[in-house]
């Protein structure tokens, strides 16, 4: 293994950003081929895991994230769509199960969840899915402390939650939130035992430094995160 990928794989050693922006700027096959053999040391390259992802609740999002179809703010000709049912989502899951998928990932066009009906209809979502077998993932914006042990409970394998960009290049995407609010959600989610999902978004605009960044801040968040999209 390239001593790069060394560095910043240790937990015990972490990253710095010299080592971080050398290995961005590393030619696309060389790190193609160093990440095929990570892979390797680590899982059968024979093997791909299929997971489906279901919008449970789509449009109308308050915030103004200027990337997103689904933000309120902006005409993108999509149409809202409020919490599915319980019995839509048990269909849903069990096609996909039967189409091969061993994981099942539901989004909801929220800034954050709130306790409540509809909060209590997604723990009933995660129980539904979770008894057809597969894995059980969820992103439905910022939690808090309780909400997240109240998802694992009924045995949620992993929460996505975007980083989206570097630091400096928050305020160019989106207005109502900034990064530590990510970090909080986070937080939440790692110490409920659920795994982290969070990764970014590129081509908004963003210079090279911004998404280095990017890459600091997930390698330096509490929780690693097991999924990087």
Not at 5 to 10: A, E, L, P
Not at 52 to 61: F, M, Q, R, V
Not at 136 to 151: K, S
Request: proline fraction near 4%; glycine fraction near 8%; aromatic fraction near 4%.
């Amino acid at each position: 293994m390239h001593q790069t990928d060394r560095g910043i794989m240790s937990l015990n050693a972490p990253a710095t950003r010299e080592e971080i922006a050398a290995l961005y700027k590393s030619p696309v096959l060389d790190l193609i081929y160093r990440a095929a053999t990570v892979h390797r040391e680590h899982h059968d390259p024979r093997q791909v895991q299929v997971c489906t992802l279901l919008s449970i609740k789509t449009g109308g999002c308050p915030e103004n994230c200027s990337y997103c179809s689904q933000s309120a703010h902006f005409d993108t000709g999509l149409e809202r769509q409020d919490l599915l049912s319980l019995e839509a989502v048990r269909e849903a899951a069990e096609r996909a199960a039967a189409a091969g998928s061993t994981r099942f990932c539901m989004g909801a066009a929220w800034r954050q969840v709130r306790d409540g009906a509809e909060f209590d209809r997604v723990l009933d979502m995660v129980r539904t899915v979770a008894a057809t077998g597969m894995e059980v993932c969820c992103t439905l914006g910022m939690l808090t402390a309780d909400q997240a042990r109240q998802l694992r409970e009924p045995v949620l394998q992993e929460y996505n939650h975007n980083w989206d960009t570097g630091e400096n290049y928050y305020s160019e995407i989106v207005s109502p939130r900034n990064s530590r609010d990510r970090i909080e959600t986070l937080g939440h989610v790692g110490r409920a035992g659920i795994s982290v999902c969070c990764g970014g978004i590129l081509g908004m605009g963003e210079s090279d430094e911004d998404r280095i960044d990017l890459l600091c801040a997930l390698l330096q968040l509490p929780t690693p995160p097991e999924s990087i999209p």
